[in-house]
């Protein structure tokens, strides 16, 4: 049996490292010059920087892929409890940086401001009225009150997802958002420490002691076979009726047979990658998506310490959350005394919006949150442009992406990972995506 993969970022990779594992004969098809997706790490004048923030989160349920990375990381790997911040105008600190989540640290806020959240999270657990949970503004109201939800939810959300929320469905909120139970929120109003419990799927996060996210990439490509991984490679088409391949690689076209197809691929692409099925083609269009720009910043000195990154609902603000490098890991600078920063920006338009513009907003805003002082800090920029960020959970995916996928099992390929099986996740999810769907495999061959 012969496997196709196509993609060769974490997940592909993982697949392909499964597959050698189990004697089973694959490829990889990877577009770019090097291997490892959005899961990398660039090397600027001794900055190492991610394609934004690439954390690892292992909850119990991935044991087993916190097992297999620690094996492949070895000792080059930090466990990091998390410091998470939100930026709102609404807190009385002097920084207005309360700790996350929101929900739980009402107490930070303006007193007015903090009495209407508490009573609206009381209104909306005692259910006093009729709710409804099924778009997800609907569940943020039911789940923590009008308050809550217009102060930080709203305006936070609109701006990442780009997307009015009454449109966005609920399936994906459970794992990501944390909601505490109200006794926790008094305790935390009557509390006079500023230390707050945790919450959420990522209290304890790991990453590489050096190198960037990139280590683990280059961990796994050294487990792999190298001569069964081509790059600069642009698949041109998939005929499924022959099970062949068809792609070019140095101006020369090439074609290969396969029994099944791994494809991690955005889902959005691999239809137009058959010969046929033009139905299908026009429903995968349809799938909706954010994309964000990164700007990478290398700064002369650092002004934020000890957090990891900071979300900023404020609409006056053009990014939605600002990554602290190195407070995360010093080895990713040249000198410590120095900083480096990620910037997140979302758009529904990353083919049409001037990049000078938004970075002279970055900026300006940076040093409007003192994030930065001037702009003489910076030392220099590296901007990437990512086209699938996160993908929109609506309606329509919920009732199209199983026809999709359907037909692409029908045919023997598997669509998986954060943008293969179309899906809001993390890394290690996407680690068991592979896994589980080599293990099926093999099963059925």
Not at 395 to 412: A, S, T, V, W
Request: net charge positive; proline share 3%.
């Amino acid at each position: 049996m012969k496997v196709v993969i196509l993609g060769g970022g974490l997940t592909g990779l993982f697949a392909a490292y499964e597959l050698k594992k189990r004697e089973v004969d694959y490829l990889i098809i990877e577009k770019e010059t090097n291997v490892g997706g959005l899961c990398r790490s660039v090397k600027v004048n001794g900055f190492t920087f991610d394609y934004t923030g690439h954390f690892l989160h292992f909850p119990d349920k991935d044991s087993n892929v916190k097992h297999i990375v620690k094996n492949l990381l070895k000792d080059n790997l930090l466990k990091i409890k998390r410091n998470a911040k939100i930026y709102t105008k609404y807190a009385y600190l002097e920084d207005k940086l309360i700790p996350y989540p929101f929900q739980a640290n009402i107490k930070f806020l303006f007193p007015d401001i903090r009495k209407k959240c508490f009573c609206g999270l009381i209104y909306s657990n005692l259910k006093l009225q009729e709710t409804r949970n099924d778009n997800f503004l609907a569940w943020l109201k039911s789940s923590f009150g009008e308050p809550i939800t217009n102060y930080f939810f709203l305006p936070y959300n609109s701006k990442l997802w780009r997307t009015n929320l009454k449109y966005i469905t609920i399936e994906w909120v459970e794992k990501f958002v944390p909601v505490p139970n109200i006794e926790e929120v008094i305790n935390n109003l009557i509390n006079d420490s500023k230390k707050t419990q945790n919450y959420g799927y990522n209290v304890y996060f790991y990453y590489p002691k050096c190198g960037g996210i990139q280590a683990l990439i280059e961990s796994i490509y050294s487990s792999i076979d190298k001569n069964k991984v081509i790059t600069s490679a642009n698949i041109e088409r998939i005929d499924l009726k022959n099970k062949t391949i068809t792609f070019l690689k140095d101006n020369s076209k090439y074609s290969i047979n396969y029994d099944k197809i791994i494809s991690t691929i955005p889902i959005v692409e691999i239809f137009e990658l058959l010969n046929s099925h033009e139905n299908l083609k026009k429903i995968s269009r349809k799938l909706s998506y954010t994309s964000v720009i990164c700007f990478n910043l290398a700064i002369k000195k650092r002004y934020i310490n000890n957090i990891h990154w900071i979300y900023f609902p404020d609409r006056e603000v053009v990014f939605y959350r600002v990554g602290v490098y190195h407070n995360i890991n010093e080895n990713l600078l040249p000198d410590k005394n120095y900083g480096s920063l990620y910037v997140e920006c979302s758009t529904k338009n990353i083919d049409k919006i001037s990049i000078n513009t938004l970075y002279n907003k970055v900026i300006s805003n940076l040093i409007k949150t003192g994030i930065l002082q001037h702009k003489t800090d910076i030392l220099f920029s590296d901007i990437l442009k990512i086209r699938y960020a996160y993908v929109i959970y609506n309606q329509y995916r919920e009732k199209n992406l199983p026809i999709l996928q359907r037909f692409l099992l029908k045919n023997n390929i598997y669509s998986i990972g954060r943008y293969g099986g179309w899906k809001y996740s993390y890394m290690a999810e996407n680690i068991k995506d592979a896994i589980d769907t080599v293990n099926l495999i093999t099963k059925t061959k």
